[in-house]
């Protein structure tokens, strides 16, 4: 199973409601992430986990919440958000070796295209 | 000036094309990635590589570490061939990607 799965794969919020994406492996990965792609652009990082524990906030607002309770599955918890955060929000794993050469493939998933109203 | 640099940023094919996407970056790297994107899609890691060529199918991937370039090839090319391709590049002992800004290809039939 080469798999990442997203859920919900669309979703629209109002800027008061709190929402949660959901991520799923099932590969043994060890390290995931979150991506944030606006259209016609590169994703940009979001953070990463490692183990279960947060190793790169990539200085995203606290509005945006990842969560990571086991290692086969990440969530990114929405607050507040606003309309220019609406955007295309991929998650990610890879194997994670720590004392690698961290050149990892990373298997992405099909993403969840949030809109904030 | 960005990090990881792709050219072009466009371009159209016919079918049956040989097709070159170039990518150069300025970063030393531990190894550096090629990646699809098909239009509202998620992202296919297609080649992850550190020295060398690589070959898959169609698709040829080069890279030359003294010159800090890497080229994507495709062969015979096809209108299911047309999406974003992304260049991106990890530097050392991370587990962070930096991205190029992409190459849009449209193979027309």
């Known amino acids: 199973d080469t798999e990442v799965t997203q859920t919900p794969k669309h979703l629209v919020m109002g800027m008061t409601n709190k929402k949660s994406l959901k991520c799923e492996q099932h590969m043994g990965h060890r390290a995931m992430y979150w991506y944030k792609q606006k259209a016609k652009k590169p994703p940009e990082l979001m953070f990463v986990y490692s183990y279960e524990k947060l190793s790169i906030n990539e200085s995203v607002p606290s509005r945006f919440s990842p969560e990571c309770p086991n290692s086969s599955l990440l969530n990114l918890h929405l607050h507040a958000l606003q309309p220019e955060d609406s955007a295309l929000y991929l998650c990610?794993?890879?194997?994670?070796?720590?004392?690698?050469?961290?050149?990892?493939?990373?298997?992405f998933g099909p993403g969840t295209r949030l809109l904030v109203l | 000036k960005n990090e990881v640099e792709q050219s072009p940023q466009n371009l159209t094919a016919q079918e049956g094309e040989f097709i070159t996407i170039n990518c150069s970056y300025s970063v030393g790297i531990s190894a550096l990635h090629w990646l699809q994107q098909h239009p509202g899609g998620g992202i296919v890691s297609l080649f992850m590589?550190?020295?060398g060529k690589k070959k898959h199918g169609r698709l040829i991937a080069t890279i030359n570490i003294q010159e800090k370039h890497s080229s994507l090839h495709i062969t015979a090319s096809h209108p299911r061939d047309s999406a974003v391709y992304i260049c991106?590049?990890?530097?050392?002992?991370?587990?962070?990607?930096?991205f190029g800004t992409g190459t849009l290809l449209a193979v027309q039939p």
């Open positions: 590589l550190s020295s």
């Open positions: 990610a794993s890879s194997q994670d070796n720590r004392y690698g050469t961290g050149a990892e493939t990373q298997y």
């Open positions: 991106a590049v990890m530097r050392g002992a991370t587990n962070k990607l930096i």
